[in-house]
Nanobody
Framework: QVQLVESGGGLVEFGGSRKLSCAAS????????MAWYRQPYGKTRELVASITGGGSTNYAESVKGRFTIGRDNFLNTLFLQMSGLRPEDTALYYC?????????WGQGTQVTVSS
């Protein structure tokens, strides 16, 4: 059973930066798809950014130019570098990975942006 553990959330000032990490219990080199989702309180979960095993990335329009997704296969870790944070970025952020054809979710890390 693969476990994903997010970290890096917290309270950030408007316009600030934050880096989220998602550590996998198994080699992320075998992951074919990795992504960050977020769920604002009372709203549905939405895709923030994704990266394929081949390194292709995709971003939600609302975060383009502000967020960067990346991975470190040696550390089995997925990252989300966030800058220019806005109050509307406040949400519970989840990582998601498809490993050997099975999707796994982390438990989430809260990011709160003060106005």
């Amino acid at each position: 059973q693969v476990q994903l553990v997010e970290s890096g959330g917290g309270l950030v000032e408007f316009g600030g930066s934050r880096k989220l990490s998602c550590a996998a219990s198994e080699s992320s080199g075998s992951a074919t798809y990795m992504a960050w989702y977020r769920q604002p309180y009372g709203k549905t979960r939405e895709l923030v950014a994704s990266i394929t095993g081949g390194g292709s990335t995709n971003y939600a329009e609302s975060v383009k130019g502000r967020f960067t997704i990346g991975r470190d296969n040696f550390l089995n870790t997925l990252f989300l570098q966030m800058s220019g944070l806005r109050p509307e970025d406040t949400a519970l952020y989840y990582c998601y990975e498809v490993i050997n054809g099975i999707g796994y979710w982390g438990q989430g890390t809260q990011v709160t942006v003060s106005s």
